[in-house]
């Protein structure tokens, strides 16, 4: 179409548009491109060949969304083997798609998380006397202090002498995390065994 002003005669600028003379002779006169002309088709072009079985499938989908195609469909073939052939599998998955989309259960949303290095650590706390803990025969009374960065999963377990963001800047000193680390003390979680 853009060619046919630069060259005047319809054959080379059908020619430079990569499309035969008698193609551009049906188009040119149009003025538009044939993907333009033509309008979407909003019937279908022969009858579906699940319509007879289609409402035993959706009450089944409605009553287990979770099964697939491929299980309805050879389920199908074992009670009608004369009813259908195994080429119609995908024509039953895109019907299936179809009733997802428009009448199945909602999708779940999915939020992935973004770990990056150094920036984050979670700590735990733990209670020694509770676990039932011992050392030489003496009951340990300490918390324990356990560390871990979500982006390496990195792990280590020692006495907590203090709590809270103070004790996750000295875990992730103690670790060797760096100054840079600590200094986020507002990205610490910090979970308690006792409850606070």
């Not at 989908?61 to 009608?80: G, H, N, Q, S, Y």
């Not at 356990?146 to 103070?166: D, E, I, N, Q």
């Not at 100054?179 to 979970?191: L, S, W």
Request: glycine share 12%.
């Amino acid at each position: 179409m853009d060619e046919m002003p630069r060259h005047g005669e319809l054959g080379p600028a059908a020619l430079r548009a990569g499309m035969s003379p008698n193609t551009a002779r049906r188009y040119v006169p149009a003025g538009r491109l044939p993907s333009e002309l033509t309008a979407p088709r909003g019937w279908r072009t022969r009858t579906g060949p699940f319509a007879a079985d289609w409402a035993e499938l959706r009450a089944r989908l409605v009553d287990a969304p979770e099964l697939e195609a491929t299980t309805l469909f050879e389920d199908l073939l074992r009670r009608k083997p004369d009813g259908y052939t195994p080429g119609q599998l995908r024509t039953l998955q895109r019907r299936v798609k179809q009733w997802r989309a428009q009448e199945g259960p909602p999708k779940q949303i999915f939020f992935p998380l973004a770990h990056r290095p150094g920036e984050a650590m979670q700590t735990d706390f733990t209670l020694a006397s509770a676990l039932g803990i011992t050392i030489r025969g003496e009951p340990c009374s300490h918390r324990l202090c356990h560390p871990v960065p979500p982006y390496s999963k990195g792990t280590m377990l020692g006495p907590a002498l203090f709590s809270g963001r103070v004790a996750g800047g000295w875990a992730a000193h103690e670790a060797g995390f760096g100054p840079g680390f600590v200094g986020r003390a507002n990205r610490a979680e910090a979970r308690d065994g006792t409850g606070r």
